[in-house]
C-alpha cells in the first residue's frame, strides 16, 4: 500500500477531529502543521526499515549417479543462501540425497532413499509480524531516531525500526530425516509381494535473545528500557513417523 505523507497526515488528521466536533482544538497546531510541510519534521514510511528492494540468494547443487546390471544409485548435495526481501532475516538450507537400488536375484530387488536435510533461519526476536503490524500503528508523523541519533520512543513503548533492530535475534536450527525402504519379491511371475517402511524424523531447536535498550524522547531523555532485564528462551521438540505398507498384487489377463 501506499501511505500519505506527513503534510497530507496532518490536514486529514485534523478534519476528522474538526467533522467530529467544529469546536474541537486540533491536535496539530498551525505552527506544528508547518513544521512538517516545510520539512523541518521528518515524514516517515516505516515500511523501508522493515522490507529490502531487493534480496541476494546463492544455491550449489553436486550430484553423481551411476551403476550396472543389478545396481544403480544416485547421491546429491546442496547448500542455498537465501536473503529475505525482509530485512536482519537470513535462511540457509543443506541437504544431501542418497538412492540405491539393488536386484539381488531374478526375483527381489531392494532399495533405499534417504533425504537429510538442515535448515538454519535468523530473524528478530520479536518476529516479522510484530514489526509489520505497528509499522501500519505508528503514524507517519512519528520518526525513528532523535536528533541526537539515539532510538526514539512512540508513546512510551517500541516503534517498528526498534523491534527489528534492537529488539533481539532469535535462530532456528531444523534438521529432518526422511527414509523408505523398499522391497519387491516376485512369489510368481504375475504375483508380487512389495513392501514400504518409511521413516520421518524432525528436530527443531529455537533460541531467542531478547535484549535490553533504551529509547528516548525528544529532549534526549530515557523514557524507557525495552526488555528489562536481558531475557531468553529456548524451545526444542522433536517428533518421529513411522509407516510401514504391504501390498500383494496380482496380474492376470483372462
Given at each position: 500500500?501506499?501511505?500519505?505523507?506527513a503534510?497530507?497526515?496532518?490536514?486529514?488528521?485534523?478534519q476528522?477531529q474538526?467533522?467530529?466536533?467544529?469546536?474541537?482544538?486540533?491536535?496539530?497546531?498551525?505552527?506544528?502543521?508547518?513544521?512538517?510541510?516545510?520539512?523541518?519534521?521528518?515524514?516517515?514510511?516505516w515500511?523501508?526499515y522493515?522490507?529490502?528492494?531487493?534480496?541476494?540468494?546463492?544455491?550449489h547443487?553436486?550430484?553423481?549417479?551411476?551403476?550396472?546390471?543389478?545396481?544403480?544409485?544416485?547421491?546429491?548435495?546442496?547448500?542455498?543462501?537465501?536473503?529475505g526481501?525482509?530485512?536482519?532475516?537470513?535462511?540457509k538450507?543443506?541437504?544431501t540425497r542418497?538412492?540405491?537400488?539393488?536386484q539381488?536375484?531374478?526375483?527381489l530387488?531392494?532399495?533405499?532413499?534417504?533425504?537429510?536435510?538442515?535448515?538454519?533461519?535468523?530473524?528478530?526476536?520479536?518476529?516479522?509480524?510484530?514489526?509489520?503490524?505497528w509499522?501500519y500503528?505508528?503514524?507517519v508523523t512519528?520518526?525513528?531516531?532523535?536528533?541526537?541519533?539515539?532510538?526514539?520512543?512512540y508513546?512510551?513503548?517500541?516503534?517498528?525500526?526498534?523491534?527489528?533492530?534492537?529488539?533481539g535475534?532469535?535462530?532456528?536450527?531444523?534438521?529432518?530425516?526422511?527414509?523408505?525402504?523398499?522391497?519387491?519379491?516376485?512369489?510368481?511371475d504375475?504375483?508380487?509381494?512389495?513392501g514400504?517402511?518409511s521413516?520421518?524424523?524432525?528436530?527443531?531447536?529455537?533460541?531467542?535473545?531478547?535484549?535490553r535498550?533504551?529509547?528516548?524522547?525528544?529532549?534526549?531523555q530515557?523514557?524507557v528500557y525495552?526488555?528489562?532485564?536481558?531475557?531468553?528462551?529456548?524451545?526444542n521438540?522433536?517428533?518421529?513417523?513411522p509407516t510401514?505398507?504391504?501390498?500383494?498384487?496380482?496380474?492376470?489377463?483372462f
Amino acid at each position: 500500500p501506499k501511505f500519505v505523507d506527513a503534510p497530507q497526515f496532518v490536514d486529514l488528521y485534523n478534519q476528522a477531529q474538526l467533522n467530529d466536533n467544529p469546536n474541537a482544538q486540533v491536535k496539530f497546531t498551525p505552527e506544528l502543521a508547518e513544521k512538517y510541510k516545510s520539512g523541518a519534521l521528518p515524514s516517515t514510511n516505516w515500511i523501508p526499515y522493515i522490507l529490502d528492494n531487493r534480496a541476494m540468494q546463492n544455491q550449489h547443487n553436486l550430484s553423481v549417479s551411476g551403476g550396472s546390471e543389478n545396481v544403480d544409485y544416485f547421491v546429491s548435495g546442496g547448500y542455498l543462501n537465501q536473503g529475505g526481501l525482509i530485512k536482519n532475516v537470513e535462511y540457509k538450507r543443506y541437504n544431501t540425497r542418497g538412492n540405491v537400488n539393488v536386484q539381488v536375484s531374478k526375483r527381489l530387488k531392494l532399495g533405499v532413499n534417504t533425504v537429510l536435510t538442515k535448515e538454519d533461519k535468523q530473524q528478530p526476536a520479536y518476529g516479522i509480524g510484530n514489526a509489520l503490524q505497528w509499522s501500519y500503528i505508528v503514524p507517519v508523523t512519528e520518526y525513528p531516531y532523535t536528533k541526537g541519533g539515539n532510538d526514539r520512543s512512540y508513546r512510551g513503548g517500541a516503534q517498528p525500526n526498534d523491534i527489528m533492530t534492537k529488539g533481539g535475534v532469535s535462530n532456528e536450527n531444523l534438521n529432518t530425516i526422511n527414509t523408505n525402504f523398499l522391497a519387491e519379491f516376485k512369489i510368481l511371475d504375475n504375483l508380487v509381494l512389495n513392501g514400504t517402511y518409511s521413516y520421518n524424523y524432525t528436530n527443531s531447536f529455537t533460541s531467542a535473545f531478547f535484549s535490553r535498550h533504551p529509547l528516548y524522547n525528544d529532549d534526549e531523555q530515557i523514557v524507557v528500557y525495552v526488555n528489562d532485564p536481558n531475557s531468553a528462551s529456548k524451545v526444542n521438540y522433536a517428533q518421529s513417523h513411522p509407516t510401514g505398507i504391504i501390498t500383494l498384487n496380482y496380474n492376470n489377463t483372462f
